[in-house]
């Protein structure tokens, strides 16, 4: 892991949202840096900027500065239609609620993000959506349109399908906030176990302590800072720290 560039980089990171003359700063600076197969999770009270992290290195928002560095580059300089393609290819989410296409039954909704990108799906990357869909114990319903899915099932469709282009990093925000606890842990373990396999990095926004606390490092954001900075293991904590 050493030897590989790191997924995400944040320097000095902050976000200030203006309305008129009132202006709510909600990242205040924030360091923190994602490595290749690391499943990191982000807690923090409602309001202290977890989402709002969680959108600008997904680039789906900009910060008001600071930088930010996917795969090495400096996305500060990608037009939208550049930060799409960037989003396509290299960045898989995952939300509270599920998003599946209720037209389209599971195999459909899963390849839909390579059918958006190039059309029809290779024989290749539909196999490999099937064997992921075979490890989250889907395989015995890819015919099946979500209103014929629990809840749990959904939630690991909507796993897979952000796992269909291989992305390098998978960004989890609130995945399973709609669940019950039981259904919660099952759906987090899916998580767990792709990362340990496929080897695809996770960023999970949580509420749940308890789920935090099983991934292999745990980010504390407190009124848009880092507080605290943990890790498992040998792994070294470098977020509460600049970045050189």
């Known amino acids: 892991m ?30 923190m840096q994602v490595d290749a197969g690391e499943f990191l ?22 910060p008001t500065s600071g930088l930010v560095l996917v795969n090495g580059q400096d996305i500060s300089s990608l037009d939208d239609s550049e930060l799409a393609v960037l989003r396509g290819e290299t960045i898989g989410f995952i939300f509270q609620s599920h998003y599946l296409l209720e037209e389209f039954n599971v195999l459909e909704n899963v390849l839909m993000p390579i059918t958006i990108r190039r059309g029809a799906a290779t024989k290749a990357e539909e196999e490999w959506v099937k064997y992921i869909l075979n490890r989250v114990g889907m395989s015995e319903r ?58 695809t990095a996770f960023v999970l926004v949580t509420h749940d302590e308890r789920l935090a606390q099983q991934a292999e490092c745990t ?6 800072q880092v507080v605290d900075d943990t890790c498992k293991g040998e792994r070294k904590p470098v977020r509460v720290q600049m970045i050189s």
């Not at 980010?219 to 848009?224: E, P």
């Open 2 to 31: 050493a030897d590989t560039i790191p997924v995400i980089i944040t320097k000095d990171l902050k976000k200030t949202y203006c309305n008129g003359p009132v202006e709510t700063p909600v990242l205040k600076g924030i360091n």
């Open 41 to 62: 999770s982000i807690v923090g009270p409602s309001g202290s900027g977890k989402t709002t992290l969680l959108n600008i290195i997904g680039a789906l928002d900009r």
């Open 142 to 199: 890819l015919t099946y349109k979500p209103n014929q899915l629990s809840g749990g099932q959904a939630q690991r469709v909507a796993i897979v399908r952000a796992l269909a282009n291989k992305p390098k990093l998978i960004l989890a925000d609130e995945p399973t906030g709609n669940l019950d606890t039981k259904t919660g842990q099952a759906v987090f373990q899916v998580m767990l176990d792709l990362n340990a396999e496929v080897g």
């Open 219 to 224: 980010l504390h954001l407190v009124d848009g």
